[in-house]
């Protein structure tokens, strides 16, 4: 009987630690998927966007603009792509944190692709708007060493 009152009590310690560490551990970093309005404005940006994970979304007039954010964990190339449907013309701006676009991407092209070296780390943010057309669109973000699609 004494040996099994050790393993009894050594069980009960792994099973509160296990719920301590589940309890009190910081909450997982989730990355957007998909569009959610209103995101109309920079201070209501949907995000972070991960590196390589692709956003869903759609721009449904001229004047929907939709913005998300990601931050830069190390300095490098950002590469944004921007897929949606031939006929149509969708354009992106890429700004670091306030100030002027950093890159842009107007070309009219079926994907809208474009590249730009992040100089610094921390938040970037990305504009979305319909110079013609409306309809879906899927957005790429590759950053910091992460995946290409």
């Given at each position: 009987?004494?040996?099994?009152?050790?393993?009894?009590?050594a069980r009960a310690a792994?099973?509160?630690?296990?719920?301590?560490?589940?309890?009190?551990?910081?909450?997982?970093?989730?990355?957007?998927?998909?569009?959610?309005?209103?995101?109309?404005?920079?201070?209501?940006?949907?995000?972070?966007?991960?590196?390589?994970?692709?956003?869903?979304?759609?721009?449904?007039?001229?004047?929907?603009?939709?913005?998300?954010?990601?931050?830069?964990?190390?300095?490098?190339?950002?590469?944004?792509?921007?897929?949606?449907?031939?006929?149509?013309?969708?354009?992106?701006?890429?700004?670091?944190?306030?100030?002027?676009?950093?890159?842009?991407?107007?070309?009219?092209?079926?994907?809208?692709?474009g590249t730009c070296q992040?100089?610094?780390?921390?938040?970037?943010?990305?504009?979305l708007t319909a110079y013609?057309?409306?309809?879906?669109?899927?957005?790429?973000?590759?950053?910091?060493?992460?995946?290409?699609?």
């Amino acid at each position: 009987m004494s040996l099994r009152l050790p393993r009894i009590a050594a069980r009960a310690a792994l099973v509160a630690l296990c719920f301590c560490t589940t309890l009190f551990a910081a909450p997982a970093f989730t990355q957007i998927a998909s569009e959610s309005e209103s995101n109309n404005t920079e201070s209501t940006a949907d995000g972070p966007v991960g590196s390589g994970t692709r956003v869903t979304g759609s721009l449904s007039k001229s004047s929907d603009i939709d913005w998300f954010y990601f931050d830069v964990p190390a300095a490098g190339a950002i590469n944004i792509v921007l897929g949606h449907a031939v006929g149509n013309d969708f354009d992106w701006d890429l700004y670091r944190g306030t100030g002027s676009a950093i890159a842009s991407g107007r070309s009219g092209s079926t994907p809208d692709s474009g590249t730009c070296q992040a100089t610094v780390t921390g938040r970037h943010v990305l504009k979305l708007t319909a110079y013609r057309g409306s309809g879906a669109y899927t957005l790429d973000v590759t950053f910091g060493g992460g995946s290409v699609r």
